[in-house]
Antibody, heavy 119, light 106 residues
């Protein structure tokens, strides 16, 4: 059974940093691209970042480029999102999401972790 | 690519047919997916590449369309189908989602 468990969310001040983790199990992690998608009541669902199985290919939404860094440790079956220079508009539930064999298509999601950026 | 969904809310009774629309601002070929989301849960993949049902999705869910106009049809609503439905394209980066259609009980 595929499981994706996010951790690392919480309350952080504007300008601060946070690192999200996603522990994956139930599939061969290195074979699949992984993504971070966030959701807010106001802006809906936004695809934040993605990384190929090998880690060689990454992509970022313009809204986070230069501030967020996606990475993965295939030996630990874990995906990360390092978030720096956080802004109020980064407040959202962040989902870890597994690709369904092709880029841009997600077949499994984690339960989400809430990031709140506020002073 | 901007995705527009209509209607914003669809009020129907169990057993009725639901027809949801998604329109893209430019062609996404057939690279369109539909997701269902219930309160407090992550989205669930229903349909990919416009018309292919994901694993375990009941046959009452079907998708159609290509280019810029797409439709998700639920042939006969079950109580568990009342939720929010999102379309999403993967034609080119950035992948985007529509704003959603809420299907609620009439």
């Amino acid at each position: 059974e595929v499981q994706l468990v996010e951790s690392g969310g919480g309350l952080v001040q504007p300008g601060g940093s946070l690192r999200l983790s996603c522990a994956a199990s139930g599939f061969t992690f290195i074979n699949y691209g992984m993504n971070w998608v966030r959701q807010t009541p106001g802006k809906g669902l936004e695809w934040v970042s993605g990384m190929s199985g090998s880690g060689r290919t990454t992509f970022y939404a313009d809204s986070v480029k230069g501030r967020f860094t996606i990475s993965r440790d295939n030996s630990r079956n874990t995906l990360y999102l390092q978030m720096n220079s956080l802004r109020a508009e980064d407040t959202a539930v962040y989902f870890c999401a597994k690709e369904r064999a092709v880029s841009g298509l997600v077949d499994y999601w984690g339960q989400g972790t809430l990031v709140t950026v506020s002073s | 690519v901007v995705l527009t969904q209509s209607p914003a809310t669809l009020s129907l009774s169990p057993g009725e047919r639901a027809t949801l629309s998604c329109r893209a601002s430019q062609s996404v070929s057939s690279y369109l997916a539909w997701y269902q989301q219930k309160p407090g849960q992550a989205p669930r993949l229903l349909i990919y590449d416009a018309s292919n049902r994901a694993t375990g999705i009941p046959a009452r869910f079907s998708g159609s369309g290509s280019g810029t106009d797409f439709t998700l049809t639920i042939s006969s609503l079950e109580p568990e189908d009342f939720a929010v439905y999102y379309c999403q394209h993967r034609g080119n980066w950035p992948f985007t989602f529509g704003p959603g259609t809420k299907v609620d009980i009439k």
